[in-house]
């Protein structure tokens, strides 16, 4: 039994995978086409990055400096960040995406303030985290006492509540590394993604919003069930080593058994009903939730055989595209007639497609194998780089993060309209390339003008952006487009998240 066989296994330990000479070929490939990378590219590419942040929060400190305890959270924010630089400047280490790591601490800060503002200090010292991993010189003792010093000093909430982020955070963001190699997600991704638990399992334990406690106990509940897999695995993995079927089995049974049982301990219905019952009482108590349930379950039974069906006739990026567009439309017409059904369901899709991919991950009998093949047939470059496919996940958390913090559908437009057209047309026409990027001028063209077109039919035929004016559309859809074509950070991570901001900040 070979080594890599068994760290699938445990479903925590990294694991190796052989990649086929086709993806090879085709990477090369591309590569070929790529505009050359030069030093002057790259600072063109950062400066205009920059700029973009630069501008964001001069409005968002110009519209709150009057206030003194909103000017107080600023100041703040902006010694850590402070010392987040200073960090950055005493390392002499070659990075080469030293520049993303701006995000790392400029989305949790700016999110935090426009969103849950008695958050923002603590999810911006959450930040530095980033630092331990990303520069190797650092004692990861060092960072995290200058966080407990930075809550100690700039943050009103009680230490040692404090203290236990800090440290779950640390974990959380060591624990997606382990498991993504640093391929799958990198330093960036992973500090995103152990800040936003965080906040799911900590900070909003006690939220009284349905569609949360939905996502916090469905999350909770896979968490609790790769533990269990993973402590099931360790005390018996001499004997499964030579019985991996019988493994595979078993916590294929954990899965099916421990998740649904879990979920109904970790979801907390206010009417002490099972949330299952609870789920059937709610939709069968509104006409229109049922007419939704119904359309969603007709569309996904007949477009998706028919769309596996003509799949090799288009090519790979059309075909993602069109998955894109079609979660659009799924969503964008329901959201207005009852937001907070559809919020349930994607609180409620999220852990699924995460499960999903634990399944695939481990090809769990009786169905990894198959959807490790289906989701491979969708996997882009960066999928193929590491142990998880990613993409899907990264699509739904898109699209779900405005709709469930905001009631925004600007993720719905930026991924289901704008980067699908962006990326179509980037390939089929594009002959200007942004510089440092593979990214096109035509592309970024049809991405600014497809979302502020989309934007403004959805103004005017379904309410949406009631208290925006046409102007401040135009500048969301533009800053995004721009963003979209310097950046290499993950554009369904980073796209969403900007035109939320952006919505935000230029609203009066």
Same mark, same amino acid.
């Given at each position: 039994?070979?080594?890599?066989?068994?760290?699938?296994?445990?479903?925590?330990?990294?694991?190796?995978?052989?990649?086929?000479?086709?993806?090879?070929?085709?990477?090369?490939?591309?590569?070929?086409?790529?505009?050359?990378?030069?030093?002057?590219?790259?600072?063109?590419?950062?400066?205009?990055?920059?700029?973009?942040?630069?501008?964001?929060?001069?409005?968002?400190?110009?519209?709150?400096?009057?206030?003194?305890?909103?000017?107080?959270?600023?100041?703040?924010?902006?010694?850590?960040?402070?010392?987040?630089?200073?960090?950055?400047?005493?390392?002499?280490?070659?990075?080469?995406?030293?520049?993303?790591?701006?995000?790392?601490?400029?989305?949790?800060?700016?999110?935090?303030?426009?969103?849950?503002?008695?958050?923002?200090?603590?999810?911006?010292?959450?930040?530095?985290?980033?630092?331990?991993?990303?520069?190797?010189?650092?004692?990861?003792?060092?960072?995290?006492?200058?966080?407990?010093?930075?809550?100690?000093?700039?943050?009103?909430?009680?230490?040692?509540?404090?203290?236990?982020?800090?440290?779950?955070?640390?974990?959380?963001?060591?624990?997606?590394?382990?498991?993504?190699?640093?391929?799958?997600?990198?330093?960036?991704?992973?500090?995103?993604?152990?800040?936003?638990?965080?906040?799911?399992?900590?900070?909003?334990?006690?939220?009284?919003?349905?569609?949360?406690?939905?996502?916090?106990?469905?999350?909770?509940?896979?968490?609790?069930?790769?533990?269990?897999?993973?402590?099931?695995?360790?005390?018996?993995?001499?004997?499964?080593?030579?019985?991996?079927?019988?493994?595979?089995?078993?916590?294929?049974?954990?899965?099916?058994?421990?998740?649904?049982?879990?979920?109904?301990?970790?979801?907390?219905?206010?009417?002490?009903?099972?949330?299952?019952?609870?789920?059937?009482?709610?939709?069968?108590?509104?006409?229109?939730?049922?007419?939704?349930?119904?359309?969603?379950?007709?569309?996904?039974?007949?477009?998706?055989?028919?769309?596996?069906?003509?799949?090799?006739?288009?090519?790979?990026?059309?075909?993602?595209?069109?998955?894109?567009?079609?979660?659009?439309?799924?969503?964008?017409?329901?959201?207005?007639?009852?937001?907070?059904?559809?919020?349930?369901?994607?609180?409620?899709?999220?852990?699924?497609?995460?499960?999903?991919?634990?399944?695939?991950?481990?090809?769990?009998?009786?169905?990894?194998?198959?959807?490790?093949?289906?989701?491979?047939?969708?996997?882009?470059?960066?999928?193929?780089?590491?142990? +998880?496919? =990613?993409?899907?996940?990264? $699509?739904?958390? @898109? #699209?779900?993060?405005?709709?469930? !913090?905001? &009631?925004?559908?600007?993720?719905?437009?930026?991924?289901?309209?704008?980067?699908?057209?962006?990326?179509?047309?980037?390939?089929?026409?594009?002959?200007?390339?942004?510089?440092?990027?593979?990214?096109?001028?035509?592309?970024?063209?049809?991405?600014?003008?497809?979302?502020?077109?989309?934007?403004?039919?959805?103004?005017?035929?379904?309410?949406?952006?009631?208290?925006?004016?046409? +102007?401040? =559309?135009?500048?969301?859809? $533009?800053?995004? @487009? #721009?963003?979209?074509?310097?950046? !290499?950070? &993950?554009?369904?991570?980073?796209?969403?998240?900007?035109?939320?901001?952006?919505?935000?900040?230029?609203?009066?």
């Amino acid at each position: 039994m070979c080594a890599a066989e068994t760290k699938i296994c445990s479903g925590l330990d990294s694991m190796k995978r052989m990649k086929g000479t086709t993806h090879e070929e085709c990477v090369v490939t591309s590569a070929k086409d790529l505009p050359v990378r030069s030093n002057t590219n790259m600072m063109f590419a950062k400066f205009v990055q920059g700029l973009i942040i630069a501008v964001t929060f001069g409005v968002l400190y110009y519209k709150n400096n009057k206030f003194d305890k909103d000017l107080k959270i600023l100041n703040y924010c902006m010694s850590i960040t402070s010392i987040f630089q200073a960090f950055i400047l005493i390392n002499n280490s070659n990075h080469n995406h030293r520049f993303e790591l701006i995000y790392s601490i400029y989305l949790p800060f700016i999110l935090s303030f426009c969103f849950n503002r008695s958050l923002t200090i603590i999810n911006t010292i959450l930040s530095l985290n980033v630092i331990n991993y990303s520069y190797k010189n650092f004692n990861k003792s060092l960072i995290i006492l200058t966080q407990i010093l930075c809550c100690y000093v700039f943050d009103d909430h009680n230490i040692n509540y404090l203290i236990i982020a800090i440290f779950m955070n640390f974990s959380l963001s060591a624990f997606l590394q382990m498991i993504g190699e640093l391929k799958s997600l990198d330093y960036v991704d992973c500090n995103l993604f152990s800040i936003l638990l965080t906040n799911i399992f900590y900070f909003n334990y006690d939220s009284i919003s349905v569609p949360f406690r939905i996502l916090h106990g469905t999350l909770s509940a896979l968490f609790y069930v790769i533990i269990f897999n993973y402590v099931i695995f360790n005390i018996a993995k001499n004997w499964f080593n030579s019985h991996r079927y019988i493994l595979s089995l078993v916590q294929s049974s954990v899965i099916i058994g421990g998740f649904p049982l879990l979920t109904n301990y970790f979801i907390h219905i206010p009417e002490q009903k099972s949330p299952l019952e609870w789920l059937l009482n709610y939709i069968t108590d509104s006409p229109i939730r049922q007419y939704i349930f119904i359309g969603w379950l007709t569309l996904v039974a007949t477009l998706v055989p028919t769309f596996m069906m003509f799949q090799s006739n288009v090519s790979l990026n059309t075909s993602r595209k069109v998955w894109h567009f079609l979660i659009f439309l799924m969503i964008i017409i329901p959201f207005k007639y009852d937001s907070e059904f559809v919020k349930i369901a994607l609180a409620g899709i999220i852990p699924l497609f995460l499960c999903i991919e634990y399944i695939r991950y481990l090809k769990l009998e009786p169905m990894g194998a198959y959807l490790d093949l289906k989701l491979r047939s969708f996997a882009d470059e960066r999928d193929l780089k590491g142990p +998880l496919i =990613i993409s899907y996940i990264y $699509l739904i958390l @898109g #699209i779900s993060f405005p709709l469930l !913090i905001y &009631n925004s559908p600007v993720g719905l437009i930026s991924l289901g309209i704008g980067d699908s057209l962006a990326s179509i047309v980037g390939k089929k026409m594009g002959r200007y390339h942004w510089p440092q990027s593979d990214k096109t001028i035509e592309g970024t063209i049809a991405f600014v003008s497809s979302t502020f077109i989309i934007c403004k039919i959805l103004q005017s035929s379904l309410n949406y952006f009631q208290n925006i004016s046409t +102007l401040t =559309i135009a500048i969301m859809c $533009l800053l995004s @487009g #721009i963003l979209e074509g310097n950046s !290499i950070l &993950n554009d369904n991570i980073l796209i969403p998240s900007f035109m939320l901001i952006c919505e935000y900040i230029f609203t009066d």
